[in-house]
């Protein structure tokens, strides 16, 4: 299968009325370097990958994704390729989409982030709670957490920030003729960068890479969505779907 092929959903509007979904799954990603290895948009795939794994289980509304989101601290001349939007920009789609489809008759909607980065995306659901749409952001940090357990990752997620163990392992699994050779050898840890945020990326590795790829497998990026299927059925019950 072409590997681009699960970034846009092909279902026809009448197989969509036909799933009678109640709720939407919006994958949101990133275009920013993850290394030498991995593609710019590596959020952007794991984020899908995660959706359709989800919509593979339950009958919801899968869009087409995010691509571009709140990636600053990633622009570096060293690292061309990386592309943002503001907060507000991104605060703004996710709110018209959400509109949208309320307009459609679907009033739940699930942020599937992929980027770290898009802190805003908390706000988004926060500001939707008592206005007749129920929104959530998956994965959080407990169902991140299972997964982790549950694939027998090596390294902490503190420690495993970016291009590290599981993106490398969920590209393995799902979509492994996008991963380049060199991960094996990739391994850059930086636990202390609490000033990440204001110096950006760049003062704490020089190849993009926080985080140990050299432990990355198939086996534990499919033990990873897996475990995070099992743990979205606790957002459907929430949901009220």
């Known amino acids: 299968m072409d590997d681009s092929a699960y970034l846009l959903p092909l279902a026809t509007t009448t197989e969509i009325r036909d799933r009678g979904a109640e709720v939407a799954l919006l994958p949101i990603g990133s275009f920013e370097q993850h290394g030498p290895y991995l593609p710019l948009a590596t959020d952007t795939i794991v984020a899908c990958t995660i959706a359709g794994e989800l919509a593979a289980a339950h009958p919801v509304l899968l869009l087409p994704p995010v691509t571009v989101s709140c990636s600053h601290e990633h622009e570096n001349a060293a690292w061309p390729g990386t592309v943002s939007i503001s907060a507000a920009t991104l605060y703004a789609v996710v709110r018209d989409m959400a509109g949208s489809l309320q307009r459609s008759g679907i009033t739940r909607l699930v942020l599937v982030n992929g980027h770290g980065g898009n802190y805003v995306l908390g706000n988004v659901v926060q500001e939707a709670a008592g206005s007749g749409q129920r929104m959530a952001v998956f994965p959080g940090a407990a169902d991140w957490e299972a997964a982790w357990a549950a694939a027998g990752l090596e390294t902490s997620a503190w420690s495993d920030m970016h291009a590290g163990e599981l993106e490398t392992s969920?590209?393995?699994?799902?979509?492994?003729?996008?991963?380049?050779?060199?991960?094996?050898?990739?391994?850059?840890?930086?636990?202390?960068?609490?000033?990440?945020?204001?110096?950006?990326?760049?003062?704490?590795?020089?190849?993009?890479?926080?985080?140990?790829?050299?432990?990355?497998?198939?086996?534990?990026?499919?033990?990873?969505?897996?475990?995070?299927?099992?743990?979205?059925?606790?957002?459907?019950?929430?949901?009220?779907?």
Do not use: N, W
């Open 170 to 241: 969920i590209l393995l699994h799902a979509h492994p003729r996008l991963v380049r050779p060199g991960y094996e050898t990739g391994d850059r840890l930086a636990d202390d960068r609490q000033h990440l945020l204001t110096l950006g990326m760049a003062a704490y590795t020089e190849s993009g890479v926080i985080g140990r790829p050299s432990l990355a497998s198939a086996g534990k990026g499919k033990a990873v969505l897996a475990s995070l299927v099992e743990s979205f059925g606790d957002y459907l019950a929430v949901l009220g779907a």
